[in-house]
């Protein structure tokens, strides 16, 4: 038995972020769903880090908490998703391979998203490219509409919507693409530049791209038509389009760029540690949460049967508890219980 006049403390260290200044300037086109004021009921999952501190609510409005996230990668799963991107998405915590089962909501940006295939911008010339992370932006029946801010190559704000099934909270290798033999090199020097659907002045625009360098964006073409060349760009987007070749600089055959586009890959890197004496047990069957040190407190939550169990007190036969992997914990200053007697104390 622990005794209970023990105070156990928990030290967070820092998780490090890139961040950056990036332009409000949004591309988006003809990717778009029909609105709903429901949102989505889309069923995505996966394991990611969710951002440290970040609260898991017990409702969809107000500010009673379950709990917090601690930046370690966890275990969650997708049950609604909101129309609006100033809502609470609801989620469940260690749903793929046991832990803390909880189900609560947390501000819908926050969703650690991933694309699993191509988000469409302007289908057939802009895309978000797979497996990169994305900004829950809105929802409708079905879909996700999602957000990938760049600074570089290009400084702008690309925004597309795609089917649930688009997307996934583990993040993935991505496939990197092959230039083609015969292609030659242009360069964008000037701040921007647009693309047409068809190589004439009459022809839709499907975008226009912000130059987010300071030595010039590299496009590849295999095909050109009089004043027009055809030009391709893949890397956190994949865009394609017909530009008007004076803007770009032609680069002499065999000549490239030292320009590589890069995946930027989640870190769950946390430096998360227990002080004070505290043991671990192994759940023999599955566990009611309690929100307080009570057999009748509210039930929150589960912890699944198999699930490592950190008890760092016990009181009046309940348990303070927290999950071994630390992925998800209570609000500081708050507990997690639950019967001793069910964990095996």
Known sequence: MIASTRTTWLVFGLMLTAGAAFADTEVRGSGGGSKSAAGAS?????????GHGVKLYEKASGSTTLGQFTGAATALKLLHAPKSSSDRAKVATGTSSG?????GYIDATEL???????????????YIATQR????????????????????????????????SSFSFSQGT??????????????????????????KGS?????????????????WSTKRRGGWVYVEYHGDVDV???????????LPKGETMDTVATVTKRSSKTN???????????????????IAAKPTAHVFGTIAKGTKVIVTDVVADMASVLPKDLHVMPETGEQWWAKAKDLGL
């Open 42 to 50: 889309c069923s995505i999952s996966g394991t990611a880090p969710v």
């Open 99 to 103: 832990g803390f089962r909880i189900e």
């Open 112 to 126: 650690p998203l991933v694309t699993t295939s191509q988000i469409p911008v302007f289908t057939g010339h802009t």
């Open 133 to 164: 992370t994305v900004k829950f932006a809105g929802s409708s029946p079905g879909k996700l509409t999602v957000k990938k801010k760049l600074h570089w190559p290009f400084n702008q704000t690309f925004k597309g919507t795609a089917l649930c």
């Open 174 to 199: 991505a496939k990197a693409w092959t230039t083609p033999g015969e292609a030659r090199g242009y360069s964008l020097t000037r701040s921007e530049l647009d693309l047409y659907e068809a190589p």
């Open 203 to 219: 022809a839709d625009k499907v975008a226009t791209l912000y130059n987010g360098t300071s030595d010039g964006v590299l496009f």
């Open 240 to 250: 394609e389009g017909w530009a008007k070749a004076r803007f770009l600089r032609r």
């Open 272 to 290: 998360l540690k227990v002080q004070g004496k505290y043991k671990v047990v192994t759940a023999p069957n599955e566990v009611d949460l309690h």
